[in-house]
Nanobody
Framework: QEQVVESGGGSVQAGGSLTLNCAAS????????MGWFRQVPGKEREGVAG???????HYTDFVKGRFTISKDNAKNTLNLQMNNLEPEDTAMYFC????????????????????????WGQGTQVTVSS
């Protein structure tokens, strides 16, 4: 059964760091496009970072230079290193995986669209205090 499960969330002060992990089962991360999204109550889920099946990465403007997305193929995990966290980064963070990108399309443009991903985790909470 295909599944992704997030971990690593927590509470930090502004300027601190966290690393989120996403453990995949039933799928192989290095053959999927994968992404991190976040959501706060009352708002839509938004893309934070994406990485395709050959390792090309994409970031939304508000995390560029602070967050790094990566895959650990040996552990079959997706990671998100978050540095210099800001209170505005407070949200539930979700891991997602999809293979739609393997069959054409424009993942470089559409990585932040939820329709690119089939499998979603339950989320991990990140809280940044000022």
């Amino acid at each position: 059964q295909e599944q992704v499960v997030e971990s690593g969330g927590g509470s930090v002060q502004a300027g601190g760091s966290l690393t989120l992990n996403c453990a995949a089962s039933g799928i192989t991360v290095n053959t999927y496009c994968m992404g991190w999204f976040r959501q706060v109550p009352g708002k839509e889920r938004e893309g934070v970072a994406g990485i395709d099946h050959v390792g090309r990465t994409h970031y939304t403007d508000f995390v560029k230079g602070r967050f790094t997305i990566s895959k650990d193929n040996a552990k079959n995990t997706l990671n998100l290193q978050m540095n210099n966290l800001e209170p505005e980064d407070t949200a539930m963070y979700f891991c997602a995986a999809g293979s739609r990108c393997l069959y054409g399309g424009h993942y470089d443009r559409d990585w932040m669209q939820t329709y690119e991903y089939k499998y979603w985790g339950q989320g991990t909470q990140v809280t940044v205090s000022s």
